[in-house]
């Protein structure tokens, strides 16, 4: 069995075809087909089930590709650790980070990595914090910086956590709403609040959790009738004055055009880093190093 075999497999996994997976490969289908017809055959089993139509793992398939791609990570990763031995960090690194992220400039730091360590191949992926969570988890992603609910843990003794920054929500409306008198004043209760149309997240996200709680911990019901998964479009729909939102406020320079008013005792959000222990690669923990405590 052979490295090449595995990565030949795992490209024909991902890209759903034998032509697709050549061209990442860099090889002639033959040869592809070739290799995976040997690796078959030494294995004692099929690992695509082929048709005029499709190509997709069989059981045994199914079976063989955690452990393929777990191989070609230790791989990766036996090649990064001889090279930081002898002075030099390279390899690949993989960030996950949510759209909203202020507590680190994420392109800033990676910009600086890369000029420090150029033979790093860097790629950032974004996306809600509970999916990044799963890539750390998972080890598709090295680390990721996320916004969670101060009530928020990880269900995984490996996965490392460190807090970036606390930040309190403040209400936002259209100029036109009555909160919008309110501003610059004391805070507003979460009781005050309760009666107002919201716009938020969607259920299940760690961003709209945030809001969730801290009315349920307030004893206290709200009506979200406008969700929306990105941010400029939330704050295009409380500009249309649809309802308001509760947003965290390092968040407000990003969103002009809105009446900013503080709320007492309401939701906060945490923003964190993770990373996953026993996958951390030389080039995950030279990046590690960068990101400002």
């Not at 809001?211 to 929306?228: C, I, K, Q, S």
């Amino acid at each position: 069995m052979e490295l090449q075999q595995l990565r030949y497999v795992v490209a024909v996994a991902e890209t759903g075809g034998f032509t697709r997976a050549a061209e990442r490969c860099l090889v002639v289908q033959s040869a592809l087909s070739h290799q995976i017809g040997k690796l078959e055959k030494e294995l004692g089993a099929r690992l695509f089930e082929r048709t005029s139509r499709r190509v997709r793992l069989s059981a045994a398939g199914e079976a063989f590709l955690p452990a393929a791609r777990q191989a070609l990570e230790a791989a990766e990763r036996a090649r990064a650790e001889v090279a930081a031995a002898t002075g030099e960090i390279r390899g690949r690194l993989t960030i996950g980070a949510i759209a909203s992220v202020t507590a680190v400039d994420v392109p800033g730091l990676m910009r600086a990595y890369y000029d420090a360590y150029p033979r790093v191949a860097l790629r950032l992926m974004d996306g809600a914090s509970e999916t990044l969570v799963t890539g750390v988890r998972e080890g598709t992603l090295d680390l990721a910086f996320l916004g969670v609910q101060p009530s928020f843990r990880i269900q995984d003794p490996g996965v490392e956590s460190r807090t970036l920054a606390v930040d309190p929500h403040v209400a936002l409306a259209a100029p036109g709403h009555p909160l919008a008198g309110l501003r610059g004043g004391a805070p507003v209760p979460l009781a005050r609040l309760a009666g107002e149309v919201f716009v938020d997240f969607p259920a299940g996200f760690a961003a709209r959790a945030q809001t969730d709680e801290a009315f349920a911990a307030a004893g206290l019901r709200r009506e979200v009738p406008f969700e929306a998964k990105g941010l400029e479009f939330l704050a295009d729909l409380v500009r249309g004055g649809l309802g308001v939102a509760l947003l965290p406020s390092r968040l407000v320079p990003r969103l002009p055009g809105l009446a900013v008013v503080p709320v007492e005792d309401g939701p906060v959000r945490e923003e964190r880093m993770v990373w996953n222990r026993s996958r951390c690669s030389p080039a995950a923990a030279a990046f590690l190093a960068t990101v400002p405590r």
